[in-house]
């Protein structure tokens, strides 16, 4: 079982959506929350009861949130259109590739109605840079026209109407009522799937009963931030082949603690991103600062003896990005 010492305090986090566009024009409605969402799981990962379970993953977002106090949507956009056909195209490839993509395809054919009507050859060597483009094309041509035929060429805001559409699923649909809505949603994407469930936090693997199992472990108004703040500590320290767990700001609460590099300067080596270890010889500055001797929390349910020095709560803000 894994531990705890008390409720957590303070913020979980900023509560804000981040957003790199202003809503422009589209009709969003609010959906009722998901009927089982807020229950808290009957059986637990980790053994742990179901109110530990809450407590560690709201502490563990609650660290998440200050090493990522700017986690948002990392595909660029200025309206939901753009957002959506955007996370359309980022399936099997890179939302930098999409971002390097999009400037051409928008300017071309700016909103839904010019989208259904684009020549096929033509859009497609606009996509062929991210992959599978005779794929994403008929797909996106497809999408434009439910837009216009269906919704006035807008895109709608309701979850029930947003998996309707051709190509969008409930990842997407999360991605666009989140960001450019700002209504809470939950992107169990590769990434959420596999950080959640290394994290212990549920041990389903369909995506729908992973959002449900999350939604009943934190608060709703968090549900897109965490989204994010999770999806970026996966791209940057918990990486899928070899998590850099030498440097993780929750490796205190990590079950799978051990499953990677535990060696800080070896794990440092490992990070990503703006993470990257400083250039210029400058001393890199630790995650895990006091020096504490880890607690009980620490040292059940992980692969081995934790290496890792207790966390402070500070460590994380002093990181280079």
């Not at 566009?21 to 053994?47: E, F, I, N, R």
């Not at 020549?119 to 992959?131: F, H, K, N, Q, W």
């Not at 535990?262 to 006091?290: N, Q």
């Amino acid at each position: 079982m894994v531990a705890t010492t008390g409720r957590p305090s303070g913020d979980l986090g900023t509560g804000v959506v981040v957003r790199r566009a202003a809503y422009c024009g589209a009709v969003a409605t609010t959906d009722p929350p998901l009927s089982d969402a807020q229950a808290p799981p009957a059986a637990t990962p980790t053994g742990e009861s179901s109110v530990a379970l809450t407590r560690r993953a709201r502490r563990m977002y609650r660290i998440l949130a200050e090493r990522y106090p700017d986690a948002a949507c990392e595909l660029d956009f200025e309206n939901p259109f753009q957002l959506l056909v955007a996370t359309v195209l980022s399936a099997q490839t890179t939302d930098v590739t999409v971002n390097r993509v999009t400037p051409t395809l928008f300017a071309r054919w700016p909103d839904a109605a010019a989208l259904a009507a684009a020549d096929r050859t033509e859009l497609e060597e606009v996509l062929r840079p991210t992959g599978f483009f005779r794929s994403k094309a008929a797909n996106v041509l497809a999408l434009a026209a439910d837009l216009v035929e269906r919704y006035d060429g807008q895109v709608p805001g309701r979850l029930s109407d947003l998996v309707t559409l051709a190509g969008v699923g409930r990842k997407t649909a999360h991605v666009v009522r989140g960001n450019a809505f700002g209504m809470p949603g939950l992107t169990v994407d590769t990434h959420f799937q596999r950080l959640v469930g290394r994290l212990m936090l549920t041990d389903a693997t369909d995506p729908v009963k992973i959002e449900h199992a999350i939604a009943g472990l934190i608060e709703r108004s968090e549900w897109t931030m965490f989204s994010h703040r999770i999806i970026f500590h996966g791209r940057r320290i918990c990486h899928a082949r070899k998590p850099a767990c030498g440097v993780c700001p929750v490796a205190q609460w990590c079950p799978s603690f051990g499953d990677g590099e535990t060696d800080p300067d070896k794990a440092r080596a490992l990070l990503k991103y703006e993470l990257a270890a400083p250039k210029g010889g400058e001393a890199p500055v630790p995650l895990l600062v006091d020096g504490g001797v880890p607690d009980a929390s620490f040292s059940t349910g992980h692969r081995g003896t934790p290496v890792v020095p207790r966390h402070s709560g500070a460590g994380a803000q002093g990181e280079a990005r």
